[in-house]
């Protein structure tokens, strides 16, 4: 069975990352776009196509899955008019709760952003970086050639049946199984694998060079995008060391559809100094830093502890450091005492309960950060100051699902 993990394992991008032999860089200044505005498809398979995705994000479209924040989703289609113009209203944005870092478009404008990705992004330029990657995907056909493709080598007419009948599938579990996005997964997976995954190494390095030119156009700077797939490859590497295993870039591998992810570096690199250059005069660029600071702060939390949960404490470490950089609040040191607590290694326990006493004292800490720092110190064997911590995180939450609890902890 396909799980959640599995359908985003190449991270970034349903597409992921992948490519061999060193090809020649994609100029930006050559990536048009191939679709006409208000382009409706033309041929059978096309119109099967997009009335398969189309099921699928009605599905979408009404269930819970769905980030309930309507700032973000305004700031997030903001961000893609700035970077489409009137052609992003052919687009329609859905973000879901998904610990992964992973964005997706499809043929017919529909754009999936993951909760992992929200978790990770820095500035607005960063986020800008990944839409524009997709906007570029669906500028340049790219499912539709992939699609065409795997018809030409299958030549059966498989998928829009499979579509169907999946999609109908996952309309009886989305809404009450929890589980119900990763039937939805599924269904993208079977039905659609010609149209977000496994784009060719020539489409990612087009989509690539389309996105950065997006970008830089809508004034941000163009080396966001390298600045994306740097964090990504340093938590990947975290994540492993956690585990002992060695950091292996799967697009290294000869079978892979992707570039490698170290020349996808420097060619995004590469493009950014070209741009730049190409810009006369010098054009003053904005990350949009303290904008994406402001919408993301109150979800910060929840989109933490999304990968928190995870229990993957390598990666989770290396994320609430690198958020850190622009300062540690009470939210991000709370984090911190959860990846060591799950992690359970000797002398966790201290660092955790450490983590936890900081979070109190800092600006944002969640109401949780009172009841863990609660539980650490009682642990400690410092009843009174534990009792007070619980008593603090009552206060603060006083209908918590595990008030009764804790209650019955303060009165032992
Ligand atoms: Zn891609």
């Not at 054009?283 to 229990?311: F, T």
Request: hydrophobic fraction near 40%; proline fraction near 5%; glycine fraction near 8%.
């Amino acid at each position: 069975m396909t799980t959640r993990r599995a359908f985003v394992a190449g991270g970034l991008c349903g597409c992921a990352m992948h490519g061999a032999a060193q090809a020649e860089r994609i100029r930006p200044a050559a990536m048009q776009a191939l679709v006409a505005p208000g382009y409706r498809p033309v041929d059978a398979d096309e119109r099967g196509m997009w009335h398969s995705v189309a099921r699928l994000e009605e599905e979408l479209a009404s269930s819970n899955l769905r980030l309930d924040a309507p700032q973000m989703q305004r700031y997030v289609e903001g961000v893609i008019v700035r970077l489409l113009g009137e052609r992003a209203r052919e687009t329609r944005v859905y973000i879901v709760h998904d610990p992964d870092f992973n964005a997706a478009m499809f043929p017919n404008g529909m754009m999936i952003v993951q909760t992992g990705l929200l978790a990770r992004i820095r500035d607005e330029a960063q986020l800008a970086a990944v839409l524009g990657h997709e906007c570029g995907h669906y500028l340049r056909r790219h499912s539709l050639q992939r699609w065409r493709d795997y018809r030409r080598k299958t030549g059966i007419m498989a998928f829009v049946g499979a579509g169907t009948r999946i999609v109908a599938g996952v309309s009886l579990s989305v809404g009450v199984d929890p589980r119900g996005w990763i039937d939805i997964a599924n269904s993208i997976n079977t039905a659609l694998v010609c149209s977000i995954r496994q784009f060719s190494r020539e489409s990612e390095r087009e989509a690539d060079a389309f996105g950065v030119r997006l970008i830089e156009q809508a004034g941000y700077p163009p080396d966001a995008a390298a600045e994306v797939w740097r964090h990504y490859v340093e938590e990947r590497r975290a994540s492993a060391r956690a585990r002992d295993k060695r950091y292996r870039d799967k697009a290294r591998s000869a079978t892979s559809t992707h570039p490698p992810t170290a020349e996808r570096m420097l060619d995004l690199t590469a493009s950014a100094r070209e741009l730049e250059a190409a810009s006369a005069p010098p054009r003053l660029y904005d990350d949009g830093r303290d904008a994406w600071r402001a919408v993301v702060a109150p979800l910060r939390a929840g989109l933490l502890d999304e990968q928190i949960k995870l229990n993957d404490p390598g990666a989770s470490l290396y994320l609430v450091n690198a958020l850190a950089q622009d300062g540690w609040d009470g939210t991000l040191r709370y984090c911190e005492g959860e990846a060591y607590r799950l992690r359970d290694e000797p002398g966790d326990a201290a660092r955790a309960g450490w983590a936890y006493a900081q979070a109190v004292t800092l600006d944002d800490a969640p109401p949780e950060a009172w009841r863990a720092n609660g539980y650490a110190l009682l642990n400690a064997g410092d009843a009174d100051r534990g009792r007070q911590s619980l008593a603090r995180y009552l206060a603060r939450k006083p209908d918590a699902t595990d008030a009764a609890m804790v209650r019955f902890a303060l009165a032992q």
